[in-house]
C-alpha cells in the first residue's frame, strides 16, 4: 500500500493477506478505504481500544442513563441494601 500527498514523503508498507482482509472489513465499516483507515487512526481520527475498555463505557453510559430516569429517583441506603443480601 503506498500513500502520498503533497510534500509528504511515500511509504510503502507489506502485509500478509490474511492482515490484508481483515483490515479491508474494518474499513468497510467505516466506509473507507484501508489506507484511509490507516490516515484516520494515524491522525487521531479513530482510535484502537481494547474490547473490554468498550464495555466499561457502555455500563457507564447504561449507568448514566438509569440514574437520570425518573422511575429511578428512589434513594436506598447502602445499609438497607446490604441487609437485604444478608451481607
Same mark, same amino acid.
Given at each position: 500500500?503506498?500513500?502520498?500527498?503533497s *510534500?509528504?514523503k511515500?511509504? !510503502? @508498507?507489506?502485509? *500478509?493477506?490474511?492482515? !490484508?482482509?481483515? =483490515?479491508?472489513? @474494518? +474499513? &468497510? $465499516?467505516? &466506509? =473507507? !478505504?484501508?489506507? $484511509?483507515? =490507516?490516515? &484516520?487512526?494515524? *491522525? $487521531?481520527?479513530?482510535? +484502537?481500544?481494547? *474490547?473490554?475498555?468498550? /464495555?466499561?463505557?457502555? #455500563?457507564?453510559? #447504561? %449507568? @448514566? %442513563?438509569?440514574?437520570?430516569?425518573?422511575? &429511578?429517583?428512589?434513594?436506598?441506603?447502602? /445499609?438497607?441494601?446490604?441487609?437485604?443480601l $444478608?451481607?
Open positions: 500500500m503506498t500513500q502520498t500527498h *510534500s509528504e511515500t511509504y !510503502s @508498507i507489506y502485509i *500478509s493477506d490474511a492482515i !490484508s482482509k481483515d =483490515l479491508e472489513q @474494518i +474499513a &468497510n $465499516g467505516f &466506509n =473507507l !478505504s484501508i489506507s $484511509g483507515l =490507516l490516515e &484516520n487512526l494515524a *491522525s $487521531g481520527k479513530l482510535v +484502537a481500544i481494547e *474490547s473490554e475498555e468498550l /464495555e466499561d463505557f457502555w #455500563d457507564l453510559q #447504561d %449507568a @448514566i %442513563a438509569a440514574e437520570q430516569n425518573p422511575e &429511578n429517583q428512589e434513594r436506598i441506603p447502602w /445499609e438497607k441494601v446490604k441487609q437485604e $444478608g451481607l
